[in-house]
Structures are given as C-alpha cells and as structure tokens.
C-alpha cells in the first residue's frame, strides 16, 4: 500500500521517513518530495509498505501525531493521473489564446 504523508517538517529526509514508519512494519520505500530547484522539501512525502494491514495500523497510530511541532496527516495515496493532456479550460477556447477568426 502507497501511502500519502503530509505535514513533515521541512528538515525530515527520506531515512527519517523511514525510521517514523519501521515500528509498525517492513517500508519497501519512502521518499520525501522536494523542490528541483532548491532541494528543499515540499512538506509532503511517499511511504510504500508491502502489507496492507501494517499500512493501515501506520495511518492509525500516526495520523495527526505530533512530530518535530507539526501534526502529521497520513493516508492512502491516490493513483496518479496524468492532467498534462487535459483541456483545463481557461477561457481560452480552441485559439490558444490567439484572435484568429478562422
């Protein structure tokens, strides 16, 4: 199960992610997000644990845990969806914001 963490201090890395996680069971992985041009982290990461039933007693235990001053929120991930190809509207219209008439 791919699960969501939000909230983490701009200080934790993907080893302290990790290590938050470990007591309630095995992480296949977990990677903090952080901004390409400056390496600092958004705030939010990913944690990957193999069985569902350790994921879900995870979310139990540290949904809303205090953790280096913030309350942490922890849920299922949501699959990714590509948006880049989507028409996002905009007021554009199908001219690409040009005034061609034809």
């Known amino acids: 199960m791919n699960l969501y963490v939000s909230n983490l201090g701009f200080q934790i890395n993907d080893d302290d992610l990790r290590n938050l996680f470990t007591p309630y069971g095995q992480v296949a992985s977990a990677k903090v997000i952080t901004d390409r041009e ?3 982290s958004r705030g ?3 944690v990957e ?3 569902d039933e350790e994921a879900k007693k ?3 235990e540290l949904e809303g845990k205090p953790v280096e001053g913030r309350s942490l929120s922890v849920s299922e991930a949501r699959p990714k969806t590509d948006n880049r190809n989507s028409f996002s509207g905009g007021g554009r219209g199908n001219s690409g914001g040009r005034n061609n008439r034809w």
Request: aromatic share 16%; charged share 15%; net charge positive.
């Open 49 to 51: 644990m193999p069985s």
């Open 44 to 46: 939010f990461g990913f």
């Open 38 to 40: 400056t390496g600092r």
């Open 58 to 60: 995870a979310i139990k």
